[in-house]
């Protein structure tokens, strides 16, 4: 256990050192956006991030993780290229599904969003950071499953870098007309930033595979990948759909407000997350023969993120407001209601996503898809009522019962599914997280 701590906090000062310099960059473009363009500039990103997003994550196949997990339980190094290989072809061929489906879409989109056809050509330029994103994925899915851990944090920030470099003067000339072209600018730099750090493995001697061989060598990558997509699919569905319905019943406003909110509790507080997830995922992958040593790796992992966590919000839950002013403005601190009741669902996440990453690495697709499917229409209809009901203070309660019932169906496949404990020392340490935040959160609220 000495030794798998020491792995993962290093994981954890890798890419949560490289991670804290790559969210800044993202701080500063958001800054930047909400300075120049306002709560409007930040709804209209939102609405067409969210978009490409949920195009990428339909028409990918669920290539960037179902890759990894292929790549690292390979047997030896020869076979570990050839899967390489596979993945990189795939990549390509995706990223061509996944503009075609852009095109045809552009129409839905744009009158799901906006009520009409009028924004249906600036859908139709997603279509470019949707290929861009494809080779992305497959290229940093191939970092990650060859262990090639530091490569993939450097092209990560390399992108972000050059994104931000090339972003910021977009977004100063073109104003509101820069959302479609800073969207394809960080498509474009995250892509660059790849192929600076990409492994390439030796190459195959005799011809180029078939189309009918390269459909051998990745279904079983693909069927995977195909479970993983339906899930994903309906996760960043049940997002747009929520956004849309914000859009229309609460103004593009009150979405820049909202965005900013989730930003901050989900993307930026939950970097932790990715930068554990990172070592962790291939590392349950490669001991798919050793299920009692993934038990061990997932009940350890519970308990560090739990003992890292629980500080870390109780310290940054009193310090939404200046948060929100230091990242946004004055103008989104009507997200705080939000962040404040959102807070405790971290804790949540944290246990659910360990026990998602085991299903991932068991290869048990059909499962992973209807946990997710499950969680996200509960979560959505919980963030409807709740912002229905109680405004931003009301979604953020909501955002937390949704992850209470994500939580409690890992739970049971966990117990049930694959007959694990979970430790006591371990249940008492998420109690004390719940409690600890929700009333850190409760004072918060009433002595604002």
């Not at 070592?279 to 050793?290: F, V």
Request: net charge positive.
């Amino acid at each position: 256990m000495n030794k798998t701590s020491s792995i993962v906090i290093r994981a954890m000062g890798l890419f949560g050192s490289l991670q804290m310099l790559n969210i800044l960059c993202g701080v500063i473009r958001i800054k930047i956006i909400a300075l120049l363009l306002g709560t409007v500039g930040v709804g209209l990103f939102a609405i067409f991030n969210s978009a490409l997003t949920m195009i990428s994550a339909v028409t990918q196949l669920g290539l960037r993780e179902s890759a990894v997990r292929t790549i690292a339980s390979a047997s030896d190094p020869e076979e570990r290229d050839g899967r390489v290989i596979t993945t990189r072809r795939w990549g390509f061929l995706l990223g061509l599904f996944g503009m075609a489906v852009t095109l045809v879409l552009s129409p839905v989109l744009s009158i799901t969003a906006f009520g009409d056809l009028t924004h249906t050509w600036l859908y139709m330029l997603l279509a470019i950071p949707v290929l861009l994103l494809a080779g992305s994925a497959s290229e940093v899915a191939i970092l990650q499953g060859t262990g090639r851990l530091r490569h993939m944090a450097r092209a990560s920030v390399t992108g972000a870098l050059t994104g931000l470099l090339l972003g910021v003067p977009a977004v100063y000339f073109l104003r509101l007309h820069s959302i479609l072209p800073v969207l394809a600018i960080y498509a474009l730099a995250g892509y660059a930033g790849t192929l600076c750090y990409r492994y390439t493995p030796p190459r195959p001697a005799g011809p180029r595979p078939t189309l009918a061989r390269l459909w051998a060598d990745g279904s079983p990558m693909l069927r995977l990948g195909a479970y993983m997509t339906l899930a994903t699919v309906v996760t960043e569905a049940v997002n747009y759909l929520f956004i849309a319905f914000l859009n229309l019943t609460g103004g593009t406003g009150n979405v820049g407000i909202y965005q900013a909110g989730y930003t901050i509790v989900i993307r930026y507080a939950g970097m932790l997350f990715t930068a554990i997830a990172v070592e962790y995922y291939p590392r349950l992958a490669s001991n798919c023969s050793r299920p009692w040593r993934q038990r061990v790796f997932v009940n350890h992992e519970m308990r560090l993120l739990f003992l890292l966590l629980t500080p870390a919000l109780m310290v940054l839950t009193p310090l939404l407001p200046i948060v929100v002013k230091l990242l946004y403005s004055s103008q989104f601190l009507g997200a705080v209601p939000f962040m404040l009741w959102a807070m405790p669902s971290m804790l949540l996440q944290s246990f659910s996503l360990c026990v998602a990453y085991l299903i991932l690495a068991r290869g048990e697709g059909r499962l992973f898809a209807v946990t997710e499917t499950v969680s996200a229409v509960a979560s959505l209809l919980l963030h409807i009522a709740g912002y229905t009901l109680g405004g931003m203070a009301g979604l953020g309660i909501g955002f937390t019962a949704g992850y209470a019932i994500y939580a409690l169906i890992m739970w049971r496949v966990y117990r049930h599914r694959y007959g694990y404990r979970l430790p006591t020392r371990v249940g008492l340490l998420l109690g004390a997280g719940l409690l600890l935040t929700t009333l850190t959160a409760t004072l918060c609220h009433y002595l604002a």
